[in-house]
Nanobody, 118 residues
């Protein structure tokens, strides 16, 4: 089992930055990959970014490439999402997720709201 707690959301103007954090507990943090997803009102949850166990390999949604950076600190059991040049369309509840033994995202945090004003 993995427990996840997100923090760092808030209200920011377009063009601004936020850094989301997700603290994990339970299984050994360095043994599984992590991801960030988001869900805007009236829309389905979508993938945003993913980072492998080592922290070297990352993947991004095309619309956030060059603006968002996912990273992890295995010593602190924490994954981050640095979001720069934010746009109103980035407004959503952001969730972090942890891979289970089959590398699917089996564990989810409670979500943190990000609101970008124009």
């Amino acid at each position: 089992q993995v427990q996840l707690v997100e923090s760092g959301g808030g209200l920011v103007q377009a063009g601004g930055s936020l850094r989301l954090s997700c603290a994990a507990s339970g299984r050994t943090f360095s043994s599984y990959g992590m991801g960030w997803f988001r869900q805007a009102p009236g829309k389905e949850r979508e993938f945003v970014a993913r980072i492998r166990r080592s922290g070297v390999i990352t993947y991004y949604l095309d619309s956030v490439k060059g603006r968002f950076t996912i990273s992890r600190d295995n010593a602190k059991n924490t994954v981050y999402l640095q979001m720069n040049s934010l746009k109103p369309e980035d407004t959503a509840v952001y969730y972090c997720a942890a891979e289970g033994v089959t590398a699917t995202f089996d564990y989810w945090g409670q979500g943190t709201q990000v609101t970008v004003s124009s």
